[in-house]
Protein backbone atom coordinates (compact mmCIF):
# COMPACT_ATOMS: atom_id res chain seq x y z
CA UNK A 1 0.00 0.00 0.00
CA UNK A 2 1.24 3.46 -0.30
CA UNK A 3 -0.60 7.01 -0.96
CA UNK A 4 0.66 10.16 -1.79
CA UNK A 5 -0.96 13.38 0.78
CA UNK A 6 -1.73 16.58 -0.46
CA UNK A 7 -4.52 17.85 1.59
CA UNK A 8 -5.83 20.95 1.31
CA UNK A 9 -4.13 21.99 4.39
CA UNK A 10 -1.09 21.93 2.26
CA UNK A 11 -2.52 23.92 -0.72
CA UNK A 12 -3.83 26.52 1.98
CA UNK A 13 -0.44 27.08 3.43
CA UNK A 14 0.92 27.76 0.05
CA UNK A 15 -1.68 30.28 -0.77
CA UNK A 16 -1.06 32.35 2.83
CA UNK A 17 1.82 33.39 1.26
CA UNK A 18 1.71 32.78 -2.54
CA UNK A 19 3.72 32.44 -5.51
CA UNK A 20 5.05 35.74 -5.94
CA UNK A 21 7.77 38.37 -4.05
CA UNK A 22 6.76 37.19 -0.71
CA UNK A 23 7.38 33.45 -1.10
CA UNK A 24 10.34 34.09 -3.17
CA UNK A 25 11.56 36.44 -0.26
CA UNK A 26 10.76 33.75 2.52
CA UNK A 27 12.99 30.74 -0.14
CA UNK A 28 15.82 33.69 -0.17
CA UNK A 29 16.17 34.02 3.59
CA UNK A 30 15.88 30.50 4.79
CA UNK A 31 18.48 29.28 1.89
CA UNK A 32 21.11 32.16 3.25
CA UNK A 33 19.89 31.28 6.83
CA UNK A 34 20.66 27.49 5.97
CA UNK A 35 23.88 27.82 4.17
CA UNK A 36 25.39 30.38 6.82
CA UNK A 37 25.06 27.63 9.23
CA UNK A 38 26.80 24.75 7.55
CA UNK A 39 29.38 27.34 7.04
CA UNK A 40 29.83 27.82 10.50
CA UNK A 41 29.60 23.98 11.15
CA UNK A 42 32.20 22.56 8.27
CA UNK A 43 34.51 25.89 10.03
CA UNK A 44 34.37 24.29 13.41
CA UNK A 45 34.29 20.78 11.97
CA UNK A 46 37.69 21.84 9.97
CA UNK A 47 39.09 23.58 13.36
CA UNK A 48 38.80 20.12 14.62
CA UNK A 49 40.71 18.34 12.78
CA UNK A 50 43.11 20.52 12.64
CA UNK A 51 43.61 21.05 16.34
CA UNK A 52 43.62 16.65 16.39
CA UNK A 53 46.45 17.12 14.25
CA UNK A 54 48.48 20.07 15.56
CA UNK A 55 48.30 18.03 19.06
CA UNK A 56 49.84 15.07 17.50
CA UNK A 57 52.36 16.80 15.67
CA UNK A 58 53.34 19.12 18.51
CA UNK A 59 54.15 16.21 20.64
CA UNK A 60 56.56 15.31 17.87
CA UNK A 61 57.59 18.70 18.04
CA UNK A 62 58.41 18.74 21.14
CA UNK A 63 60.29 15.75 21.15
CA UNK A 64 62.57 16.78 18.60
CA UNK A 65 63.41 20.10 20.38
CA UNK A 66 64.22 18.35 23.60
CA UNK A 67 67.61 16.69 22.39
CA UNK A 68 65.22 14.01 20.50
CA UNK A 69 67.59 14.19 17.37
CA UNK A 70 70.34 12.90 19.09
CA UNK A 71 68.97 9.31 19.22
CA UNK A 72 69.27 9.37 15.70
CA UNK A 73 73.11 9.05 16.23
CA UNK A 74 73.33 4.97 16.40
CA UNK A 75 70.79 2.17 15.35
CA UNK A 76 69.58 1.47 18.94
CA UNK A 77 68.44 5.03 19.41
CA UNK A 78 66.88 5.65 16.34
CA UNK A 79 64.68 2.47 17.64
CA UNK A 80 64.12 3.44 20.89
CA UNK A 81 63.28 7.27 19.11
CA UNK A 82 60.81 5.62 17.06
CA UNK A 83 59.16 3.79 20.31
CA UNK A 84 58.92 7.60 21.81
CA UNK A 85 57.36 8.67 18.66
CA UNK A 86 54.56 6.09 18.84
CA UNK A 87 53.73 6.26 22.55
CA UNK A 88 53.51 9.80 22.06
CA UNK A 89 51.44 10.04 19.05
CA UNK A 90 49.10 7.41 20.96
CA UNK A 91 49.02 8.67 23.80
CA UNK A 92 47.49 12.04 22.22
CA UNK A 93 44.91 9.61 20.44
CA UNK A 94 43.96 8.44 23.76
CA UNK A 95 43.49 11.74 25.17
CA UNK A 96 41.56 13.03 21.70
CA UNK A 97 39.36 9.32 21.89
CA UNK A 98 38.59 10.17 25.44
CA UNK A 99 37.47 13.92 24.90
CA UNK A 100 35.45 12.35 21.70
CA UNK A 101 33.48 10.30 24.18
CA UNK A 102 32.99 12.88 26.63
CA UNK A 103 29.80 14.17 24.89
CA UNK A 104 31.35 17.79 24.59
CA UNK A 105 28.76 20.35 23.60
CA UNK A 106 31.00 21.74 20.77
CA UNK A 107 31.97 18.56 19.49
CA UNK A 108 28.36 17.13 19.44
CA UNK A 109 26.48 20.66 18.18
CA UNK A 110 30.00 20.10 14.95
CA UNK A 111 29.61 16.38 14.04
CA UNK A 112 27.21 14.82 15.97
CA UNK A 113 27.50 11.92 18.88
CA UNK A 114 27.24 9.46 15.97
CA UNK A 115 30.01 10.44 14.20
CA UNK A 116 32.20 11.43 17.18
CA UNK A 117 32.25 7.70 18.51
CA UNK A 118 32.83 6.31 15.27
CA UNK A 119 35.91 8.46 15.25
CA UNK A 120 36.56 7.55 18.83
CA UNK A 121 36.94 3.65 17.58
CA UNK A 122 38.63 4.63 14.76
CA UNK A 123 41.19 6.09 17.24
CA UNK A 124 41.29 3.66 19.95
CA UNK A 125 42.01 0.92 17.10
CA UNK A 126 44.94 3.36 16.26
CA UNK A 127 45.77 3.46 19.85
CA UNK A 128 46.39 0.04 20.87
CA UNK A 129 48.47 -0.89 17.89
CA UNK A 130 50.49 2.48 18.46
CA UNK A 131 50.63 1.34 22.70
CA UNK A 132 52.24 -1.99 20.94
CA UNK A 133 54.69 -0.45 18.58
CA UNK A 134 55.53 2.01 21.44
CA UNK A 135 56.61 -1.13 23.57
CA UNK A 136 58.38 -3.42 21.23
CA UNK A 137 60.55 -0.57 19.70
CA UNK A 138 61.49 0.53 23.27
CA UNK A 139 62.58 -2.91 24.54
CA UNK A 140 64.36 -3.53 21.14
CA UNK A 141 66.33 -0.33 21.17
CA UNK A 142 67.46 -0.69 24.41
CA UNK A 143 68.55 -4.16 23.67
CA UNK A 144 70.44 -3.25 20.91
CA UNK A 145 71.87 -0.28 23.00
CA UNK A 146 72.71 -2.47 26.06
CA UNK A 147 73.32 -5.28 23.28
CA UNK A 148 71.68 -8.32 25.09
CA UNK A 149 68.10 -9.97 23.86
CA UNK A 150 64.85 -8.60 23.79
CA UNK A 151 63.67 -10.64 26.13
CA UNK A 152 66.24 -10.18 29.01
CA UNK A 153 65.60 -6.45 28.59
CA UNK A 154 61.83 -7.07 29.43
CA UNK A 155 62.90 -9.20 32.42
CA UNK A 156 65.33 -6.44 33.54
CA UNK A 157 62.72 -3.46 33.02
CA UNK A 158 60.23 -5.97 34.64
CA UNK A 159 62.09 -6.18 37.25
CA UNK A 160 63.25 -2.47 37.83
CA UNK A 161 59.93 -0.56 38.90
CA UNK A 162 56.22 -1.22 39.33
CA UNK A 163 55.79 1.25 36.90
CA UNK A 164 56.56 -1.38 33.83
CA UNK A 165 54.41 -3.74 35.21
CA UNK A 166 51.49 -1.10 35.19
CA UNK A 167 52.21 -0.03 31.66
CA UNK A 168 52.07 -3.69 30.23
CA UNK A 169 48.90 -4.38 32.44
CA UNK A 170 47.50 -1.34 30.70
CA UNK A 171 48.44 -2.53 27.88
CA UNK A 172 46.65 -5.72 27.64
CA UNK A 173 43.48 -4.01 28.89
CA UNK A 174 43.75 -1.76 26.10
CA UNK A 175 43.88 -4.67 23.92
CA UNK A 176 41.14 -6.16 25.95
CA UNK A 177 38.36 -3.08 25.02
CA UNK A 178 39.97 -3.19 21.68
CA UNK A 179 38.57 -6.86 20.96
CA UNK A 180 35.50 -6.46 23.27
CA UNK A 181 34.19 -3.41 20.55
CA UNK A 182 34.82 -5.07 17.63
CA UNK A 183 31.57 -5.82 16.29
CA UNK A 184 31.85 -9.83 15.65
CA UNK A 185 33.32 -9.88 19.19
CA UNK A 186 30.83 -7.24 20.76
CA UNK A 187 27.27 -9.31 19.75
CA UNK A 188 27.81 -11.62 21.80
CA UNK A 189 27.30 -9.89 24.85
CA UNK A 190 24.57 -8.07 26.55
CA UNK A 191 24.86 -3.84 26.14
CA UNK A 192 25.50 -4.64 30.33
CA UNK A 193 28.50 -6.90 29.96
CA UNK A 194 30.32 -4.57 27.23
CA UNK A 195 29.73 -1.77 28.90
CA UNK A 196 31.18 -2.94 32.17
CA UNK A 197 34.78 -4.04 29.92
CA UNK A 198 34.58 -0.75 28.50
CA UNK A 199 34.88 0.95 31.81
CA UNK A 200 37.87 -1.37 32.18
CA UNK A 201 39.70 1.27 29.73
CA UNK A 202 39.67 4.07 32.33
CA UNK A 203 41.31 1.53 35.07
CA UNK A 204 44.27 1.21 31.80
CA UNK A 205 44.15 4.35 31.26
CA UNK A 206 45.21 4.58 35.43
CA UNK A 207 47.66 2.47 34.97
CA UNK A 208 49.59 3.72 31.81
CA UNK A 209 49.85 7.29 33.79
CA UNK A 210 52.97 6.48 36.36
CA UNK A 211 55.02 5.47 33.94
CA UNK A 212 55.17 8.58 31.24
CA UNK A 213 56.34 10.31 34.58
CA UNK A 214 58.95 8.03 36.25
CA UNK A 215 60.76 6.52 33.51
CA UNK A 216 60.14 8.88 30.24
CA UNK A 217 62.54 11.65 30.25
CA UNK A 218 60.32 13.68 28.41
CA UNK A 219 57.50 14.05 31.18
CA UNK A 220 60.72 14.35 33.99
CA UNK A 221 60.02 17.94 35.60
CA UNK A 222 62.00 20.86 33.62
CA UNK A 223 61.39 19.22 30.22
CA UNK A 224 59.69 21.34 27.77
CA UNK A 225 56.76 18.15 27.26
CA UNK A 226 55.89 18.44 30.60
CA UNK A 227 53.31 21.35 30.92
CA UNK A 228 52.01 20.39 27.16
CA UNK A 229 51.14 16.91 28.63
CA UNK A 230 50.15 17.66 31.84
CA UNK A 231 47.76 20.17 30.24
CA UNK A 232 46.33 17.82 27.73
CA UNK A 233 45.59 15.46 30.82
CA UNK A 234 44.06 18.06 32.64
CA UNK A 235 41.75 19.09 29.41
CA UNK A 236 40.83 15.84 29.08
CA UNK A 237 40.06 14.95 32.94
CA UNK A 238 37.78 18.43 32.84
CA UNK A 239 35.73 16.99 29.76
CA UNK A 240 34.76 13.95 31.19
CA UNK A 241 34.18 14.95 34.83
CA UNK A 242 32.20 18.02 33.42
CA UNK A 243 29.99 16.82 30.61
CA UNK A 244 29.94 12.74 31.81
CA UNK A 245 29.31 13.44 35.64
CA UNK A 246 28.57 16.94 36.61
CA UNK A 247 26.44 18.18 34.12
CA UNK A 248 24.25 15.34 33.85
CA UNK A 249 23.95 15.36 37.90
CA UNK A 250 22.70 19.14 37.71
CA UNK A 251 20.46 18.59 34.67
CA UNK A 252 18.81 15.86 36.52
CA UNK A 253 18.71 17.30 39.91
CA UNK A 254 17.89 21.15 38.27
CA UNK A 255 14.56 19.96 35.79
CA UNK A 256 12.97 17.30 38.25
CA UNK A 257 11.84 15.56 35.19
CA UNK A 258 9.05 12.96 35.93
CA UNK A 259 6.86 10.66 34.11
CA UNK A 260 3.43 12.39 33.38
CA UNK A 261 1.42 9.63 31.30
CA UNK A 262 2.73 6.60 29.15
CA UNK A 263 -0.14 6.47 26.13
CA UNK A 264 -0.06 3.39 23.84
CA UNK A 265 1.11 4.19 20.34
CA UNK A 266 0.11 1.31 17.94
CA UNK A 267 -0.03 -2.29 19.51
CA UNK A 268 3.91 -2.47 20.44
CA UNK A 269 4.84 1.25 21.23
CA UNK A 270 4.41 4.15 23.59
CA UNK A 271 4.50 7.58 23.95
CA UNK A 272 6.16 8.49 27.37
CA UNK A 273 5.38 11.88 28.31
CA UNK A 274 7.26 14.11 30.74
CA UNK A 275 7.19 16.99 33.27
CA UNK A 276 9.73 19.39 34.22
CA UNK A 277 11.40 22.92 35.52
CA UNK A 278 12.25 24.74 32.78
CA UNK A 279 12.96 22.81 30.43
CA UNK A 280 13.94 25.23 27.85
CA UNK A 281 17.40 25.85 29.88
CA UNK A 282 18.02 22.25 28.21
CA UNK A 283 18.64 23.76 24.47
CA UNK A 284 16.82 20.43 23.29
CA UNK A 285 14.70 21.06 20.19
CA UNK A 286 12.75 18.72 17.91
CA UNK A 287 15.25 15.17 16.85
CA UNK A 288 17.69 15.52 19.56
CA UNK A 289 18.25 12.30 21.40
CA UNK A 290 18.93 12.29 25.09
CA UNK A 291 19.85 9.39 28.10
CA UNK A 292 17.11 8.35 29.87
CA UNK A 293 17.31 6.63 33.11
CA UNK A 294 14.15 5.34 34.77
CA UNK A 295 14.96 5.53 38.40
CA UNK A 296 13.29 2.48 39.43
CA UNK A 297 14.99 -0.43 41.19
CA UNK A 298 15.07 -2.53 37.67
CA UNK A 299 15.72 0.45 35.27
CA UNK A 300 17.71 2.71 37.22
CA UNK A 301 21.36 1.11 35.72
CA UNK A 302 20.18 1.01 32.15
CA UNK A 303 20.37 4.31 29.71
CA UNK A 304 18.08 4.46 26.95
CA UNK A 305 19.05 6.47 24.25
CA UNK A 306 15.45 7.96 22.97
CA UNK A 307 15.04 10.61 20.40
CA UNK A 308 12.33 13.24 21.18
CA UNK A 309 9.11 12.62 18.77
CA UNK A 310 7.89 16.10 19.68
CA UNK A 311 9.23 19.38 19.76
CA UNK A 312 9.62 20.18 23.75
CA UNK A 313 8.15 23.27 25.82
CA UNK A 314 9.37 24.39 29.16
CA UNK A 315 7.52 22.07 30.69
CA UNK A 316 7.23 18.84 28.58
CA UNK A 317 9.08 16.29 26.55
CA UNK A 318 8.29 13.25 24.82
CA UNK A 319 9.63 10.10 23.33
CA UNK A 320 7.86 7.37 21.40
CA UNK A 321 9.42 3.70 22.54
CA UNK A 322 8.78 0.68 20.77
CA UNK A 323 9.04 -2.72 22.11
CA UNK A 324 12.04 -4.04 20.63
CA UNK A 325 13.08 -6.92 23.90
CA UNK A 326 13.48 -6.57 27.61
CA UNK A 327 14.89 -3.41 27.88
CA UNK A 328 12.11 -2.10 26.60
CA UNK A 329 9.25 -3.97 27.14
CA UNK A 330 9.71 -2.89 30.88
CA UNK A 331 9.06 0.54 29.79
CA UNK A 332 5.71 -0.29 28.08
CA UNK A 333 4.08 -0.59 31.63
CA UNK A 334 5.68 2.79 33.04
CA UNK A 335 4.20 4.46 36.45
CA UNK A 336 3.33 8.45 35.86
CA UNK A 337 5.57 10.12 38.97
CA UNK A 338 8.39 7.89 38.22
CA UNK A 339 11.84 9.89 38.50
CA UNK A 340 13.54 10.08 35.41
CA UNK A 341 17.93 11.31 35.12
CA UNK A 342 18.85 12.41 31.51
CA UNK A 343 21.67 13.24 29.85
CA UNK A 344 21.59 15.56 26.84
CA UNK A 345 20.56 16.94 24.61
CA UNK A 346 22.58 15.37 21.93
CA UNK A 347 23.15 14.92 17.62
CA UNK A 348 22.91 16.62 14.91
CA UNK A 349 19.14 15.24 13.72
CA UNK A 350 18.35 18.71 14.22
CA UNK A 351 16.92 21.84 12.84
CA UNK A 352 21.01 23.23 13.18
CA UNK A 353 21.96 20.41 10.55
CA UNK A 354 20.59 22.01 7.89
CA UNK A 355 22.37 23.47 5.03
CA UNK A 356 19.82 24.29 2.50
CA UNK A 357 15.84 25.76 2.14
CA UNK A 358 14.71 22.00 0.88
CA UNK A 359 14.27 19.30 3.23
CA UNK A 360 13.47 15.78 2.34
CA UNK A 361 12.68 14.26 6.05
CA UNK A 362 12.24 10.15 5.41
CA UNK A 363 11.18 7.70 8.50
CA UNK A 364 10.97 4.03 8.61
CA UNK A 365 9.08 2.11 12.02
CA UNK A 366 9.74 3.81 15.19
CA UNK A 367 12.30 6.32 13.20
CA UNK A 368 9.43 8.15 12.39
CA UNK A 369 9.44 9.37 15.79
CA UNK A 370 12.72 12.15 15.57
CA UNK A 371 11.10 12.64 12.04
CA UNK A 372 7.81 13.80 13.06
CA UNK A 373 9.70 16.12 15.93
CA UNK A 374 12.34 17.86 13.29
CA UNK A 375 8.99 17.97 10.74
CA UNK A 376 7.36 20.17 13.55
CA UNK A 377 10.78 22.14 14.73
CA UNK A 378 12.47 23.30 11.24
CA UNK A 379 11.40 25.36 8.88
CA UNK A 380 10.54 25.71 4.81
CA UNK A 381 8.46 27.65 2.39
CA UNK A 382 5.54 25.46 1.61
CA UNK A 383 6.18 23.14 -1.41
CA UNK A 384 9.58 22.91 -0.20
CA UNK A 385 9.50 19.93 1.98
CA UNK A 386 9.02 16.06 1.38
CA UNK A 387 8.05 13.31 4.31
CA UNK A 388 8.32 10.02 3.13
CA UNK A 389 7.17 6.81 5.80
CA UNK A 390 8.16 3.67 5.54
CA UNK A 391 6.52 0.53 7.34
CA UNK A 392 6.29 -2.94 6.44
CA UNK A 393 2.94 -3.44 8.03
CA UNK A 394 -0.09 -0.19 8.80
CA UNK A 395 0.54 -0.70 12.71
CA UNK A 396 4.42 0.41 12.38
CA UNK A 397 3.24 3.84 10.78
CA UNK A 398 3.49 4.85 14.32
CA UNK A 399 2.42 8.80 14.71
CA UNK A 400 1.10 9.04 11.44
CA UNK A 401 -2.07 10.98 12.22
CA UNK A 402 0.56 13.65 14.03
CA UNK A 403 2.86 13.84 10.57
CA UNK A 404 -0.55 14.22 8.86
CA UNK A 405 -1.29 17.01 10.44
CA UNK A 406 1.73 18.96 10.89
CA UNK A 407 2.17 18.29 7.11
CA UNK A 408 -1.51 19.87 6.21
CA UNK A 409 -0.08 23.06 8.49
CA UNK A 410 3.20 23.50 7.10
CA UNK A 411 2.52 22.64 3.39
CA UNK A 412 5.09 19.26 3.10
CA UNK A 413 3.85 16.82 0.74
CA UNK A 414 3.45 13.43 2.52
CA UNK A 415 4.16 10.09 0.85
CA UNK A 416 3.57 6.80 3.05
CA UNK A 417 4.87 3.44 1.64
CA UNK A 418 3.88 0.36 2.99
CA UNK A 419 4.42 -3.43 2.69
CA UNK A 420 7.60 -5.45 2.08
CA UNK A 421 11.04 -3.80 0.55
CA UNK A 422 11.48 -3.98 -3.08
CA UNK A 423 14.88 -5.93 -2.32
CA UNK A 424 17.76 -5.78 -0.39
CA UNK A 425 19.12 -3.10 -2.03
CA UNK A 426 16.20 -0.80 -2.33
CA UNK A 427 14.18 1.17 -0.05
CA UNK A 428 11.21 1.70 -1.16
CA UNK A 429 8.09 -1.22 -1.19
CA UNK A 430 7.54 -3.43 -3.81
CA UNK A 431 4.64 -1.35 -5.13
CA UNK A 432 6.95 1.20 -6.20
CA UNK A 433 10.06 -1.06 -7.02
CA UNK A 434 12.49 1.15 -9.85
CA UNK A 435 11.65 4.43 -8.61
CA UNK A 436 14.33 6.50 -6.83
CA UNK A 437 14.63 9.79 -4.15
CA UNK A 438 14.22 12.41 -7.40
CA UNK A 439 10.49 10.38 -8.05
CA UNK A 440 9.46 11.69 -4.65
CA UNK A 441 11.12 15.04 -4.16
CA UNK A 442 12.89 15.81 -7.97
CA UNK A 443 14.69 18.50 -6.70
CA UNK A 444 16.70 16.04 -3.83
CA UNK A 445 19.91 17.02 -5.13
CA UNK A 446 19.45 20.62 -3.75
CA UNK A 447 18.10 19.83 -0.09
CA UNK A 448 18.94 18.27 2.88
CA UNK A 449 17.98 15.04 3.74
CA UNK A 450 17.22 13.44 7.04
CA UNK A 451 16.73 9.87 7.54
CA UNK A 452 16.05 7.38 10.80
CA UNK A 453 14.79 3.85 10.57
CA UNK A 454 16.35 0.01 10.32
CA UNK A 455 20.02 0.67 9.45
CA UNK A 456 19.73 -1.59 6.26
CA UNK A 457 16.79 0.48 5.17
CA UNK A 458 18.67 3.83 6.00
CA UNK A 459 22.20 2.27 3.93
CA UNK A 460 19.79 1.78 0.98
CA UNK A 461 18.19 5.13 1.12
CA UNK A 462 21.89 6.44 1.42
CA UNK A 463 23.03 4.99 -1.29
CA UNK A 464 19.98 6.28 -3.20
CA UNK A 465 20.06 9.38 -2.49
CA UNK A 466 24.14 9.73 -3.12
CA UNK A 467 23.24 8.15 -7.22
CA UNK A 468 20.80 10.68 -7.56
CA UNK A 469 23.22 13.45 -6.68
CA UNK A 470 23.05 14.40 -3.00
CA UNK A 471 26.17 15.18 -1.51
CA UNK A 472 27.53 12.90 1.51
CA UNK A 473 27.81 16.41 3.37
CA UNK A 474 23.62 16.85 3.36
CA UNK A 475 22.44 13.43 4.47
CA UNK A 476 21.95 13.46 7.79
CA UNK A 477 20.98 10.10 9.80
CA UNK A 478 21.32 9.38 13.70
CA UNK A 479 22.94 5.44 14.24
CA UNK A 480 22.65 4.02 17.96
CA UNK A 481 24.77 1.43 17.41
CA UNK A 482 26.89 1.07 20.94
Given at each position: ??????????????????????????????????????????????????????????????????????????????????????????????????????????????????????????????????????????????????????????????ASTFDFVLACLAIVGFGAVGVSSMMAVRKKYPYEAWYAIHLL??????????????????????????????????????????????????????????????????????????????????????????????????????????????????????????????GTARLMNLKPGTRVAVEGPYGMFTDEARTRGRVVLAGAGIGI??????????????????????????????????????????????????????????????????????????????????????????????????????????????????
Amino acid sequence: MSTRTDNPGARTAAATIGAGPKRRQWALQLATRYADQGRARAFRRDGLIAGGWTLAASSIALFLADHGQTYFTTLGGAVTAGGIVAGLVATVAMCLMLMLSARVPFIDRTIGQDRALSLHAKLGKSMVFGLLAHGVLLIVGYAITAAVNPIAMFAQLWASTFDFVLACLAIVGFGAVGVSSMMAVRKKYPYEAWYAIHLLSYVAIAASLPHQFSMSGMLAAGTIGRPFWIALWLATAFCLLTFRVFLPLFTTLGHGLRVSRVVREGADAVNIEFTGRHLERLGAKGGHWLNWRFLTPELALQPHPFSLSADPTNTTMRVTVRNLGAGTARLMNLKPGTRVAVEGPYGMFTDEARTRGRVVLAGAGIGIAPVRALLESTSFVPGDAVVILRASTPGELYLLDEVRTLCAAKGATLYVLVGRRAGDDAWVDAAHAGLHLTDFAPWASEADVFLCGPNPWMDAFVADAEACGVPAGRIHDERFDW
